[in-house]
T-cell receptor
Framework: SQTIHQWPATLVQPVGSPLSLECTVE??????LYWYRQAAGRGLQLLFY??????ISSEVPQNLSASRPQDRQFILSSKKLLLSDSGFYLCAWSVGLDRASSPLHFGNGTRLTVT | GENVEQHPSTLSVQEGDSAVIKCTYSDSASNYFPWYKQELGKRPQLIIDIRSNVGEKKDQRIAVTLNKTAKHFSLHITETQPEDSAVYFCAASRGSNYKLTFGKGTLLTVNP
């Protein structure tokens, strides 16, 4: 069966420090991968998605970036964190079907607090 | 792009009552509509989904209905229990762009 791993679970970082969050998926090949952010415990904002190695689509302009160095690995990064980057970051995957939708499966999330 | 509106933002019911959450979408090409449940501090989890070639789907106490003409879909929970308390999100996707657009969520509280 497929599993998704996301780490760390919690992170406290000072303003201006770098960030690296990692997500890996097991048990499937060529998944679609996603990074979402959830602020204030409510809405889910799509940050990045990837349909293949090296292919990254950005949804919102910001100081975050994403990379997909391997088929089942997705990394969210920042060179300098802002206070507004605080939130609950969720990695997700879906089956890589061509022109069809499949359910999103979320990781357990990383709660980031920028101080 | 797609826009999904979800109502109400909060809903409080007594245990055993029914709960209904409604969503509307803007993109007539959307063809996939999942619902997610998120308990406090946890990840969203898929509870039911429906595709545009189906008008209704049921899974035990949970049902979803879809009206393509009106571009709205609803989640129905019957015989609610305290463990149904959570934030529920609706979402819509047209498939070809690989993205789900989420509603803003409904905080459901089931009072014992």
């Amino acid at each position: 069966s497929q599993t998704i791993h996301q780490w760390p679970a919690t992170l406290v970082q000072p303003v201006g420090s770098p960030l690296s969050l990692e997500c890996t998926v097991e048990g499937t090949s060529n998944p679609n991968l996603y990074w979402y952010r959830q602020a204030a415990g409510r809405g889910l904002q799509l940050l990045f998605y990837s349909v293949g190695i090296g292919q990254i689509s950005s949804e919102v302009p910001q100081n975050l970036s994403a990379s997909r160095p391997q088929d089942r690995q997705f990394i969210l990064s920042s060179k300098k964190l802002l206070l507004s980057d605080s939130g609950f970051y969720l990695c997700a995957w879906s089956v890589g079907l061509d022109r069809a939708s499949s359910p999103l499966h979320f990781g357990n999330g990383t709660r980031l607090t920028v101080t | 792009g797609e826009n999904v509106e979800q109502h109400p933002s909060t809903l409080s019911v007594q245990e055993g009552d029914s709960a209904v959450i409604k969503c509307t979408y803007s993109d007539s090409a959307s063809n996939y509509f999942p619902w997610y449940k998120q308990e406090l501090g946890k990840r969203p989890q898929l509870i039911i989904d429906i595709r545009s070639n189906v008008g209704e789907k049921k899974d035990q106490r949970i049902a979803v209905t879809l009206n393509k003409t009106a571009k709205h879909f609803s989640l129905h929970i019957t015989e609610t229990q305290p463990e149904d308390s959570a934030v529920y999100f609706c979402a819509a996707s047209r498939g070809s762009n690989y993205k789900l657009t989420f509603g803003k969520g409904t905080l459901l509280t089931v009072n014992p």
